[in-house]
């Protein structure tokens, strides 16, 4: 194997997928940094977020790490060896991660996230984006970005406010404020905590559950609850669930949940 094709591999498995009954698992795969993302790792991430939402086959996504923390977010190492080109090594990054991360959510597809342990800076981005997320007892969360004298990233901020309101998210930016698993609990930050032996298991039936959902269906909620909500009128969100039910009401899943409920049984959504 040549140089090169060594160093493929070698980034091949900083981003690990695998696909089981409808549900693609996305594990961050460099351990021994704390999950932190540099060059390599995020267009393997991006890659592998491409795949994810080019297959017709998936119903959901699961995202997690390796090792004690899940993301703890850019590479300090990487910012210092970059420091007088910074910006330049900064947009190259993050044009490619944002687009794949635009990606992601406009595919419709339920992402269940599992903190397997502390995250911060872009980590945050990645580890809130799910439509449920589950944290581990060890997991810790910290911004940071301030005290490197940067501003937030990834999506970092805008999860943050989706998930506590402007206000909170502006303070833990301002403030980096370390908060525990049970803290990020009660604030609404993540949305159950588990023992960590526990995480994986518990985060696999959770995306199991969507993935066996009516795909379409789950699309269109989506849609209709994300990002784009707050700036619809009261009107033209009447119309896109009219416009939405109709378009569900005409397809296969339909007319299988209305027959399993009136059977007794559990729906089958192929």
Not at 103 to 118: H, M, Q, S
Not at 164 to 189: H, I, K, M, P, Y
Request: aromatic fraction near 4%.
């Amino acid at each position: 194997m040549t140089k090169e094709g060594s160093a493929n591999v070698e980034a091949d498995t900083l981003v690990g997928l695998q696909i089981q009954s409808r549900v693609a698992t996305i594990t961050l795969n460099r351990p021994d940094r704390g999950n932190a993302l540099n060059d390599a790792m995020v267009f393997r991430l991006v890659s592998v977020i491409d795949e994810v939402c080019c297959s017709p086959d998936i119903g959901a996504v699961l995202l997690t790490g390796t090792g004690r923390a899940f993301c703890v977010g850019g590479d300090i190492k990487v910012f210092q060896g970059m420091r007088e080109a910074l910006a330049d090594c900064m947009d190259i990054l993050l044009c490619p991660l944002n687009q794949a991360l635009l990606r992601l959510e406009r595919a419709g597809l339920p992402i269940v996230v599992a903190l397997n342990g502390p995250l911060g800076g872009g980590g945050i981005g990645l580890g809130l984006m799910g439509d449920y997320v589950l944290a581990a007892e060890s997991v810790k969360l910290r911004c940071g970005y301030t005290l490197l004298g940067l501003s937030p990233d990834a999506g970092s901020s805008w999860v943050l406010m989706q998930r506590v309101g402007v206000v909170r998210a502006r303070q833990l930016l301002l403030f980096n404020t370390s908060l525990d698993a049970r803290e990020c609990l009660a604030l609404g930050l993540v949305d159950r905590v588990c023992a960590d032996a526990e995480l994986l298991a518990q985060a696999r039936a959770t995306a199991q559950q969507l993935a066996d959902g009516p795909r379409d269906a789950q699309h269109r909620v989506k849609q209709l609850v994300g990002s784009g909500a707050y700036q619809r009128s009261f009107e033209e969100h009447l119309e896109l669930e009219r416009r939405f039910m109709i378009e569900c009401a005409s397809g296969a899943h339909a007319r299988e949940g209305v027959l399993a409920f009136t059977e007794k049984r559990k729906p089958v959504f192929s």
